[in-house]
């Protein structure tokens, strides 16, 4: 009987890490809540980014340290979709919304993301950045490096010079003059 182990993810393997991660998006949550309250224009946003915060910190929790092959299934059952709350996407918005006490969050965030134990994870697991990669564009802060799509270089379009047609010379209309005439 052959024993298939299931793959370690980055919970199992930096629980520290993991909680640390959790303590400061609790924080950021629990400043939301109190900030956002009472603003109007954002107060739409509140229980949507609660949520999005919880599942960030429950991806990051389980991602595999060992990237597995994925599974295509040819019937899979579409879900319907409610409606979602569009989220800010500029970079540090949150911040910008909430002040020094988000930008004191983005340090904390950064300071992890610079731990010797987290830099390693970020290099080996590339599903930590992309969890992780929304959460510092809100806070203001690099997540890993910064992937840049290249695209292949197109050919180069050869033009064929355009050759202008010679008109025939002529005078052109006559127009009266654009000074006033004199009068005797």
């Not at 389980?62 to 979602?84: E, G, W």
């Not at 006490?101 to 590339?126: N, W, Y």
């Amino acid at each position: 009987m052959s024993f298939i182990s299931p793959a370690l993810r980055v919970g199992d393997a930096a629980p520290e890490t993991v909680q640390r991660m959790e303590m400061i998006v609790s924080a950021i949550a629990a400043l939301i809540a109190r900030r956002f309250l009472r603003e109007p224009k954002y107060m739409a946003l509140i229980v949507p980014l609660w949520g999005w915060l919880h599942r960030t910190v429950r991806r990051f929790r389980r991602v595999p340290m060992v990237a597995a092959p994925k599974v295509v299934r040819a019937a899979q059952a579409r879900r319907v979709l409610a409606p979602r709350v569009r989220m800010p996407t500029g970079k540090a918005w949150l911040v910008k919304a909430l002040g020094w006490e988000a930008a004191g969050f983005g340090c904390q965030l950064q300071a992890l993301l610079t731990e010797p134990e987290m830099a390693a994870l970020l290099a080996s697991v590339p599903g930590v950045g992309r969890v992780l990669r929304p959460l510092g564009r809100m806070l203001g802060v690099e997540v890993g490096p910064v992937v840049v799509r290249v695209r292949k270089p197109r050919p180069p379009v050869v033009r064929k010079p355009r050759v202008k047609k010679e008109k025939p010379w002529s005078p052109g209309p006559i127009r009266a003059p654009w000074w006033p005439k004199k009068q005797a």
